[in-house]
């Protein structure tokens, strides 16, 4: 990706968390990914709120999510970078978490998915964004599936 996209993509990721957190989720929960070649409209996102693992600072990141039994899913594609995201290694470090969906927060704890649950998520959340495969065929290291439990809702995120 050259310097121009990349931070043109920056841009566009902060724009759309300001857009969520400014409209307490009314707007940039589903968002059109169809227009960018990479996915359908109105795909759904989360916020993230994880703690950095070496500043403790609180560190929110917009992603796609699904559904499975309950649990809220995210993908660490990092679209197909060599390495996991920063958000997946906070959440390793720290796996008590806080999101919102929409309009809803919750508190949970995150889980990575192991085999054989993580391959029916995965053809499930490729579906649901299929540039998740090509993420997977450009880069060696196994994109990693997080199941978010929530385990109570809360007023402020």
Known sequence: ?????????????QDHLKKYLDSDGAEGHLVDYSVM?????????????????????????????????GDFVIVGSKGGAPDHPAWYHNLVAHPK????????KFQ????????PERSRI??????????????????PRKIPIVLLTPTEKIEAF
């Open 1 to 13: 990706m050259s310097d121009d996209a990349t931070a043109a993509a920056a841009k566009w990721v």
């Open 37 to 69: 070649g990479a996915g359908h409209p109105n795909t759904p996102t989360l916020l993230l709120k994880t703690l950095g693992r070496r500043s403790r600072k609180e560190q929110i990141a917009p992603l796609i999510y699904g559904r499975w039994k």
């Open 97 to 104: 978490v806080k999101f919102q969906a929409a309009g809803e």
């Open 108 to 115: 949970a704890t995150a889980r990575e998915a192991s085999e």
């Open 122 to 139: 995965w053809e499930y959340m490729v579906v649901l964004f299929p540039s998740y495969a090509d993420y997977q065929r450009a880069t």
